[in-house]
């Protein structure tokens, strides 16, 4: 799960279910909660992770897009099981098996995301 506090420069967006990429506009005095994978699990695919990317926008070049995050992730020898029933045909976006530990997903995530 991730905590983000941004400025106003913005540049965040998210991929919709549709495969729609849309701008999160910045809210003064808020932050973003994203869910990460594990939680899509624990929800049994009810809470999906969100794709995220950020975008340097042109009209933002003459300033320096802050932004804080705050990651929170379980122990590592968490294991990966639904807590709750699956959603109706849901396939989590990275193949697990139940009893896979948390690091042992995690490494397999950052092993895809780092070949692409």
């Given at each position: ?91 989590p976006a990275f193949s697990y098996n ?19």
């Open positions: 799960m991730t905590f983000l506090f941004q400025d106003e420069c913005g540049g965040l967006e998210v991929k919709l279910s549709n495969g729609e990429w849309v701008d999160i506009k910045p809210i003064k005095n808020s932050f973003i909660l994203n869910g990460g994978f594990m939680l899509e699990v624990w929800s049994g695919g009810n809470l999906p992770a969100g794709p995220h990317r950020v975008r340097a926008l042109s009209e933002n070049f003459t300033r320096h897009r802050q932004s804080v995050g705050l990651f929170v992730q379980p122990d590592v020898t968490t294991e990966m099981q639904s807590l709750v029933s699956n959603k109706p045909n849901w396939e139940e009893g896979t530990t948390h690091y042992e997903f995690f490494k397999k995530v950052i092993l895809y995301m780092s070949a692409k």
